[in-house]
């Protein structure tokens, strides 16, 4: 299985930009779909972002359609989550996660393989 560790997050102002990254060990972001999820205080994981296997499909949660955009670098095995136009409701934990197979539904569901251990991001107002 994949090893992810997030970094990136911290504390911004509403409007401002952050940029996560998620390094990935034990496999390649060539072979592997990839994921962004947030957890906020007292809420449920939520599904942020997908971006498939062959980098071909990207489909994002509708909350941050316009705002946020994921991207990997096969390269330097990493994936992305730029994130602008930030609001306080986007606060949370973030995680990236990977699965050799993982389909848009099944990413959306959350049935991935391999979880990192989360970055904090907050959003003042």
């Known amino acids: 299985q994949a090893r992810l560790a997030e970094s990136g997050g911290g504390l911004v102002q509403t409007g401002g930009s952050l940029r996560l990254a998620c390094a990935v060990s034990g496999g390649t972001t060539g072979d592997l779909s990839l994921g962004w999820y947030r957890q906020a205080p007292g809420k449920e994981r939520e599904y942020v972002a997908f971006?498939?296997?062959?980098?071909?499909?990207?489909d994002y949660t509708e909350s941050v359609k316009g705002r946020f955009t994921i991207s990997k670098d096969n390269f330097r095995n990493m994936v992305y989550l730029q994130m602008d136009s930030l609001k306080p409701e986007d606060t949370a934990v973030y995680y990236c996660a990977s699965s050799p197979y993982a389909t848009t539904a099944e990413a959306i569901t959350g049935h991935m393989e391999s979880w990192g251990t989360g970055t904090l991001v907050t959003v003042s107002s």
């Open positions: 971006v498939s296997r062959s980098g071909l499909y990207i």
